[in-house]
């Protein structure tokens, strides 16, 4: 029955609907806009787990359409059946379940819609549901410059490889923790990936689902009913140019053997909080993961790999530091 199978299919599903605020993504996208304000021009931009009806990365890109001079804007959504929640309104229940929709807007639309917010009810729906791996959803992504969105958290390492086997510029929602996967932290290393500005306040809102679960913690419900969840790991990877990036991390501390000390099994010394990296010292430090958000290319060099269980040159998976095992940390040198 069609029923069951939605409901098994409900189950295995993993809980991915966390919709992003349309200021997180405008005030992520200034960034990159006031760096360089054709950043985006004559580009065709893809939101590949976005739904015309609800996202607001398809908001923003529609209304910013003109300004950031896009040639073709593409929002495509995975299929409701497929979702363990689905973020509904009251006439869902007319619409089909098992496609995908799509929305796209191009310069020659221009003239034809006198708001391009308007325009957004103008969607269809795909011949398939959606998914990022379709062949269908892959076209897209083949024609797109640039792919842009929060993606799916259980499936980020895939996502990021659909992105990278295609060579495109992108900008997405990750979790910190992927900084230290086997397939990020090397390209982060090589200065091929990098974070983006981040979240205000490091601590970003996500609307969630009616029927989405609740929690004792990170979560609340608002005066109109709405769920919401917070999460305080998450920040923006991506492989295009913000200003942030090329800002020094002005230091104040001094470097002196009692405050800073000395790993056992590396040549380095462990600087506990970035703030307070020595700026004195020219040899290498490990510091922690969250370094990563300030990091400036033209201060400092990363020199460690991260890998758990291997020992190798500035390896600081597992530093120690007078007999016991330290945090996981980054190794970094001051660029002369
Ligand atoms: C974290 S949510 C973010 C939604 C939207 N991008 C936003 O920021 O508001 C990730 C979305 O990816 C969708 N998704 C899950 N698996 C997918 C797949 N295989 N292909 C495409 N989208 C998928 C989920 O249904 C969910 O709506």
Known sequence: MAGNRNLNIAARAKNDEFYTQYDDIQRELNCYYIYDKNFLRDKTVLLPCDDPEWSNFTKFFALNFELYGLKKLISTSYAADKKKFIYRNLFDEFKD???????????????????????????????????????????????????????????????????????????????????????????????????????????????????????????????????????????????????????????????????????????????????????????VMGVPITFLGKYCPEQFEILGKIDTGKINEYNLANPIINGKIGYKRIAIRRRR
Request: charged share 30%.
């Open 97 to 283: 379940f098992s496609h995908g929709k799509i929305y796209t807007l191009e310069q020659n639309d221009l003239g034809k819609v006198d708001y391009p917010l308007k325009a957004l009810n103008r969607w269809e729906y795909l011949e398939g549901d959606g998914d990022f791996r379709s062949a269908e959803v892959k076209r897209l992504r083949d024609e797109a410059d640039v792919i842009i969105t929060n993606p799916p958290f259980s499936m980020f390492r895939e996502f990021l490889a659909w992105i990278l086997e295609a060579n495109k510029k992108f900008l997405i929602i990750c979790n910190m923790n992927c900084i230290t996967y086997k397939e990020v932290f090397p390209l982060i290393k090589e200065n091929k990936i990098w974070l983006g500005n981040g979240f205000s306040g490091g601590d970003p809102q996500f609307k969630v689902p009616a029927d989405y679960e609740e929690r004792s913690t990170r979560f609340w419900i608002d005066n109109d009913g709405q769920k919401w969840r917070s999460f305080g790991n998450l920040h923006w990877l991506t492989n295009m140019e913000h200003g942030k990036r090329h800002e020094n991390i002005s230091l104040y501390m001094k470097y002196s053997p009692e405050l800073y000390p000395r790993y056992d099994n590396y040549d380095a010394i462990e600087v506990s909080k970035t703030a307070e990296i020595p700026k004195d010292y020219a040899g």
